[in-house]
């Protein structure tokens, strides 16, 4: 089993996407890469914290490759903007990809110039080493699931092969 981080935007949308991905085992949403322990929801909302609201994945890599899942993630993203994505603003919001197994690194790099061609602007997603993930509140986990008209920036049809 693998496990990465990603962080694009809202990661109530995020979570229900990367979820619904074959080979997709385990999804948790909380705080990736800030500078306060164990932050709440309502301090990482006030920009102050460092932390990006993220969504932890577990994946069976006989099933899904790494490149497989990372082109998935840059279609839900605008990898342009910094501390935004679709109406949702703060540096809560960047994307990151936060790794946890070195070697994934070199994969990473290789999506991100493959979308580097898409865009005139500079990609600005973080690719960092997982510094610290904090589950975010119960009432966050599975959002839309248990809100199924809940507020979502993604469209959640490109999962599904």
Same mark, same amino acid.
């Given at each position: 089993m @693998? +496990?990465?981080v990603l962080a694009g935007g809202c990661f109530w949308g !995020? +979570?229900?996407?990367i979820s619904k991905i074959n080979g997709v085992l385990e999804t948790t949403v909380g705080y990736a890469n800030g500078i306060v322990d164990h932050p709440t929801y309502e301090q990482v909302k006030t920009s102050t914290t460092g932390h990006a609201e993220a969504?932890? !994945?577990k994946f069976d890599e006989k099933t899904l490759d790494l490149e497989k899942l990372?082109? @998935?993630f840059w279609g839900i993203i605008d990898p342009t903007l910094s501390n935004q994505q679709g109406p949702d603003i703060g540096s809560q919001y960047r994307t990151g990809i936060y790794y946890m197994d070195e070697s994934d690194l070199e994969i990473i790099v290789k999506t991100k110039? +493959?979308? +580097? !061609?898409k865009y005139n602007k500079p990609i600005v997603t973080e690719i960092e080493p997982l510094e610290c993930f904090y589950y975010a509140e119960e009432y966050h986990q599975k959002y839309l699931e248990k809100n199924p008209n809940g507020y979502c920036h993604i469209d959640l049809s490109g999962a599904i092969d």
């Open positions: @693998k +496990e990465i !995020v +979570e229900a996407y969504c932890y !994945v990372l082109n @998935k110039r +493959e979308q +580097e !061609v």
